[in-house]
């Protein structure tokens, strides 16, 4: 099993920056990858940023430029540097940890952006 915990969200205005974290415990090995998610009121689960373990790292082509993903392996732990926030990124943001047989999801973490 795998315990995912978010945090760092929070209401920030148009043009702030947030940084969200989430740590890792439990079976903790033979990790594919780890990245972030997010949900919008209405509308489907997408992917933000994701670290492939190898070091490959994937975007959303609307965080490109203004969202870094990065991993501590030491501390088991993503985080996801958000600047510039628009409020089209208010969303319920997810941790989401890839084994090869299975993925485990965060409770998740609130990030409202006013305008």
């Known amino acids: 099993q795998v315990q995912l915990v978010e945090s760092g969200g929070g209401l920030v205005q148009a043009g702030g920056s947030l940084r969200l974290s989430c740590a890792a415990s439990?079976?903790?090995?033979?990790?594919?990858?780890m990245g972030w998610y997010r949900q919008a009121p209405g509308k489907q689960r997408e992917l933000v940023a994701r670290?492939?373990?190898?070091?490959?790292?994937i975007y959303a082509d609307s965080v490109k430029g203004r969202f870094t993903i990065s991993r501590q392996n030491a501390e088991n732990t993503v985080y996801l540097q958000m600047n510039s926030l628009k409020p089209e990124d208010t969303a319920v943001y997810y941790c989401?940890?890839?084994?090869?047989?299975?993925?485990?999801w965060g409770q998740g973490t609130q990030v409202t952006v006013s305008s």
């Open positions: 989401k940890l890839d084994k090869p047989s299975y993925s485990y």
């Open positions: 439990g079976s903790i090995f033979s990790i594919n990858a």
């Open positions: 670290i492939i373990s190898g070091g490959t790292v």
